[in-house]
C-alpha cells in the first residue's frame, strides 16, 4: 500500500502524461509552485524550469537548482509578473485563481502547452479546499479554454490518488499561426473548366 504523504510529493500523472508535448529545452512556468515537485520533475525532463509562488520559504529548496529560477510573486494581489509570449509551458496543479486564467494562456509562445489540475465541485465532501471560490464547476476549465486553445485531453471527476478529492484537469495547445487555412478554389483554378 502506498504511503499518501510520499506520493503527494510525486509529480502529478497529469503533468507527467503530457510533459512530452512541451517543446525539447522549452521553458516552463510551474504556477503556484509550492515545495517544487513539478519544477523538479520538469527540469529532470530537460526544461528550463520558472517556479513561482508567494511563499518564499517553499521557493528555499529550489535556489541554487540548475536551469530552475525562483521567482517570489504575489499573484493574486500583484501583477503577473511575465510578458506574453515567455513559456513553451504553463502548469498548473492544485491551484485556482480565476483572474490569473488570462494570463495564463497570453504567457503561452506558440506551440504552447497548457497543462491544469485542480479541484473541483464536490470536493469538499472529502476535505480542502471546500470553498467554492476555489473549485471549478462542472466542465468550467473546458468552458474557457475551448474557444482559445486546442484542447487535447479534459477529465472531471472523482480520484482516489494520491488521495480522494474531486478535480478537474485539461491539457491545452496554443496552435501555430503557421497553419494557413485552405481558401476554397475558384471555378476558373479547377482543371475541366
Not at 486564467?101 to 464536490?122: D, K, M, N, S, W
Request: hydrophobic residues 40%; charged residues 25%.
Amino acid at each position: 500500500m502506498s504511503d499518501p504523504a510520499h506520493d503527494l510529493q510525486l509529480p502529478s500523472e497529469w503533468v507527467c502524461r503530457f510533459a512530452p508535448l512541451i517543446a525539447d529545452s522549452g521553458r516552463v512556468v510551474d504556477v503556484a509552485c509550492g515545495s517544487g515537485r513539478h519544477a523538479r520533475y520538469l527540469r529532470d525532463c530537460g526544461y528550463s524550469v520558472v517556479a513561482v509562488d508567494r511563499d518564499t520559504r517553499a521557493l528555499e529548496s529550489l535556489r541554487g537548482l540548475d536551469r530552475i529560477e525562483t521567482v517570489a510573486a504575489d499573484i493574486e494581489s500583484g501583477p503577473w509578473p511575465f510578458p506574453p509570449g515567455t513559456f513553451d509551458a504553463v502548469v498548473v496543479t492544485n491551484y485556482l485563481w480565476r483572474p490569473l486564467l488570462p494570463e495564463l494562456v497570453a504567457a503561452l509562445r506558440e506551440g504552447g502547452v497548457l497543462i491544469y489540475e485542480t479541484f473541483a465541485l464536490g470536493n469538499e465532501h472529502f476535505g480542502r479546499p471546500a470553498n467554492p471560490d476555489f473549485l471549478l464547476r462542472r466542465n468550467e476549465l473546458l468552458d474557457w479554454l475551448m474557444p482559445q486553445l486546442q484542447v487535447v485531453a479534459f477529465e472531471q471527476g472523482l480520484v482516489s490518488s494520491p488521495k480522494p478529492a474531486v478535480v478537474q484537469r485539461i491539457c491545452a495547445v496554443r496552435e501555430e499561426r503557421s497553419v494557413v487555412p485552405l481558401e476554397p478554389a475558384r471555378a476558373a483554378d479547377r482543371p475541366g473548366f
